[in-house]
């Protein structure tokens, strides 16, 4: 168990309990490790007897984390991380926004928006492609890429063409996917 010694991070789990056993949530406190006689002075006390009992190191109070699903929700922490990373990525590098639409589910004008705000700035138009042997060279690479998703695949074929633009790389793709 991890004691608990801030007073204020105290007080905020003494008021939480207050407000458990307002709400009549008392079995689930009795579990916890209090008795039946202090639910209820707890429940009768005033908010400045609340922050006195907060402040009283002899009183000790600890958390205990649950092993599984902390591992659960730091290995989900870092899957929202990586993909914030990988998206930003492809916004940094020139993706479409119908490419950001359809792999990360963003909008059109939230793409644009963080396509501002990291200065990865795209002229308008129609794209240019490179020479049919580069397309070629492009579309079998990719096609070479044994990638878990979409995402992944793109990314592994823009960092064996870095010197393209995402949206470029996919206009490719779909070039040749079309003809197929």
């Known amino acids: 168990m991890l004691p608990l010694l801030d007073a204020q991070v105290r007080l905020v789990l003494l008021n939480h309990v207050a407000v458990r056993l307002s709400e009549g949530d008392a079995a ?9 006689d202090q639910l209820t002075r707890l429940r009768e006390l005033s908010p400045i007897d609340l922050n006195r009992l907060a402040g009283m190191r002899e009183l000790m109070i600890a958390v205990r984390f649950d092993s599984g699903t902390l591992k659960a929700g730091l290995r989900a922490v870092t899957l929202v991380n990586e ?3 990988l998206e930003a990525y492809f916004i940094r590098n020139g993706a479409s926004w119908q490419m950001m639409s359809a792999l990360f589910k963003i909008r059109r004008k939230v793409t644009l928006k963080r396509r501002r705000d990291c ?3 795209r002229p308008s138009g129609r794209i240019r492609l490179p020479n ?6 492009i579309f079998r690479a990719w096609l070479a890429i044994n990638a878990p998703s979409l995402r992944d695949q793109y990314f592994e074929l823009h ?3 870095p010197n393209f633009s995402l949206a470029v790389l996919e206009a490719v793709v779909r ?3 079309a003809e197929a």
Request: net charge negative; hydrophobic share 40%.
């Open 28 to 36: 689930e406190l009795r579990s916890s490790g209090i008795e039946t």
């Open 132 to 137: 049919p042997v580069m397309r070629e060279r």
């Open 159 to 161: 960092h064996i063409f």
């Open 175 to 177: 070039e040749f996917e």
């Open 119 to 121: 200065g990865a700035w």
């Open 83 to 85: 993909a914030k990373a």
